[in-house]
């Protein structure tokens, strides 16, 4: 069976279809997440947090990417897998292109992710140029959370917003074909959204982007701590895994969520 295409997402925001995106780490899940309907599945490097306990994404490693990329793609046939650039794996682009290729060739994505605005824009070129798919990913930058000072949200003042629109454009223009905002306000994520072509997928973003997506292990509540203002306990709702997922796909689809409360 055909996995989901680029293509097709381009058309899903065309359509105006909200795009519903979760993180996956294993077969087991992955399997229940295309059952549920999710369209796309994100190899995230959040599974440094959720699956190793580590403090920060920070650690991640590229055989950790591979490996659970791997476990993802043995466990679904349709859905589109996208998997996260560790930090510092993207350093030069002469590195991301190796380390991109792992993730495609040996892993299986079909789409790499990673971090950053202008400063990535050659090394996304480079990418795109040989036939690599890139998510790009705006906002809140966990692997630049020592240098943000902390999980914030991002672009609340003038200047800022106009670079994360500037940053979006430039990203585009040299090949992304997605692009991640995380943790900003809902009013410029929709201008963003509406100004570029790529489907946008927010977390935290509000509601107008063209599709949601959220840590697996937050959204069924089973995150230690307080659970980030923008997601939502869908096992709390439901009381069984499936049905939450189900449920989550649901809501995102039919723009149920996020409310006005998941956002900023
Ligand atoms: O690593 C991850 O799970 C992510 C999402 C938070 C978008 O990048």
């Not at 609340?156 to 900003?184: N, P, S, W």
């Amino acid at each position: 069976m055909a996995r989901l295409n680029l293509t097709s997402l381009r058309k899903m925001k065309a359509e105006h279809n909200k795009i519903a995106v979760l993180t996956a780490y294993d077969a087991s899940f992955s399997h229940a997440l295309e059952q549920a309907g999710v369209d796309v599945i994100l190899v995230g490097d959040s599974l440094g947090m959720v699956i190793q306990g580590q403090e920060s994404t920070l650690p991640v490693t590229i055989d950790d990417m591979v490996y659970h990329t791997q476990n993802v793609v043995r466990g679904s046939e349709k859905v589109f897998v996208i998997a996260d650039m560790p930090f510092m794996s993207y350093a030069n682009a002469e590195q991301a292109i190796q380390n991109a290729a792992c993730l495609m060739a040996e892993g299986g994505a079909q789409m790499v992710k990673l971090e950053g605005g202008a400063v990535v824009a050659d090394t996304v070129k480079q990418l795109t140029e040989r036939g690599i798919p890139v998510c790009a990913h705006l906002g809140l930058l966990p692997q630049s959370v020592h240098r943000l000072g902390g999980y914030r949200v991002q672009g609340r003042d003038a200047e800022d917003a106009e670079q994360l629109i500037r940053d979006a454009q430039t990203l585009q223009d040299v090949g992304a074909d997605m692009l991640v905002l995380e943790c900003v306000p809902a009013d410029l994520a929709a201008r963003i959204t509406a100004i570029v072509d790529i489907p946008v997928i927010g977390i935290g973003a509000g509601k107008d982007c063209d599709g949601q997506v959220l840590v697996l292990y937050d959204m069924l509540g089973l995150t230690p701590g307080k659970r980030p203002r923008f997601s939502h306990d869908f096992l709390a709702d439901t009381g069984a895994i499936p049905a939450a997922i189900s449920k989550y796909v649901q809501d995102v689809k039919s723009g149920q969520f996020p409310q006005a409360e998941q956002q900023y």
